[in-house]
């Protein structure tokens, strides 16, 4: 019972990341199971026969062995950061594709032995807020807690891994910009995830990945709405107060486009969300903000000016299953399907190129 309970987890899961109804299944598999059957498979009623779990993994792009592997994961304290517009058969695609992915991340870390323990929570937090003046001390407080200094973070991805947070960036619908949640494993871990969108340009990333850290560390009460306290707490946290008053002046009536765009890059915060955080702080008016908005910055909030030529990828997992298989914990096509790549890429990956 114990099997068919994993292959139905594994079933529904691979399904749900496609965005598949259950008939949309078996019209993949040209008539060979009912929609009907399927269902059953997934509620644990049976298991299907050996050509059609091959059939399956072969219509959801996985291999047989990953639905009859055990996984017993779940989402907890969810947060989206998207739009009204998005469906619920949208959201439930994100969600599969999330724990499959932190799924392929625990077994690699499992082979590994390692256990890096809970991840770094910031000292007290989570940090009560009561008003967005206080999302602006919790980002103060966290950059206090982490040692973070009062300078740019050159590199959120990198910094947010560092403190064991799984870091995800993948192919999301355009309605979701990212979200955060705590991944239960069956030994009742909690671990933490943030994602965001490979769709969006570098800056709306470091702004999407500040913005779900701010749902992890706060605690917003007091009528505040949640969504405004972790913008705020984005903003503060990508470009401080104290530095951003010291580069750009305490007051100001205007800016030109050019300065606009190297303090943006500075510190790695969309133009639009710059400008934003210096009204938020007084440094500009209402009335300057929407002559930029209506004026130079009439496309920002679509279309990133001058777009940073760097990125920022969540390295750690990949680095894993490579260690993993040059230490011969893991086979080639072992590594293959938990980087979900063909075995050929990781062949190439492996030998590298001569200088």
Known sequence: MEGTTMFSERLKL??????????NLSSRLTGLVSAQAIGKYERGE???????????A?????????????????????EFRKKAATK?????????????????YL????????????????????????????AESAAEALRCAWDLGGGPISNLTELLEERRIKVLKLDLPNSVDGLTCFVRTSGGGNIPVVVCSTAKSVERQRFTLAHELGHMVMEVSGGVDEEKACHRFAGALLAPRQELVRDVGLCRRHFGFSELVAVKNL?????????????????????????????????????????????????????????????????????????????????????????
């Not at 691979?14 to 008939?23: D, E, Q, T, V, Y």
């Not at 072969?58 to 969810?78: E, G, H, I, R, T």
């Not at 439930?92 to 799924?103: E, G, P, Q």
Request: with cysteine; proline share 5%; net charge neutral.
């Open 88 to 104: 619920a058969r949208e959201q439930a695609m994100v969600k599969a594709a999330v724990l499959d992915h932190v799924d392929r």
């Open 267 to 355: 510190f790695g915060i969309s133009a639009a969300a710059l400008v934003i955080r210096m009204r938020d702080l007084g440094i500009v008016g209402e009335t300057a903000v929407q002559n930029i908005f209506r004026g130079v910055g009439r496309t920002w909030r679509t279309k990133e000016p001058c777009p940073l030529d760097w990125a920022e990828e969540p390295r750690r997992f990949h680095r894993l299953c490579f260690r993993a298989l040059a230490e011969d914990v893991v086979s080639e096509s072992k590594a293959a399907e938990l980087l979900n790549i063909p075995v050929s890429e990781v062949e190439r990956a492996m030998v590298g190129s001569a200088s």
């Open 107 to 134: 077994q690699v870390e499992q082979l590994l032995a390692l256990d890096d323990g809970d991840w770094d929570i910031p000292a007290n937090a989570p940090y009560k807020v009561k008003s967005l003046g206080e």
């Open 46 to 56: 049976m298991m299907p026969s050996s050509p059609v779990a091959i059939a399956l």
């Open 58 to 78: 072969k219509a959801l792009d996985v291999s047989v062995s990953y639905l009859l592997s055990p996984s017993v994961l779940s989402l907890q304290a969810v």
């Open 14 to 23: 691979a399904r749900k990341r496609h965005g598949l109804s259950l008939r």
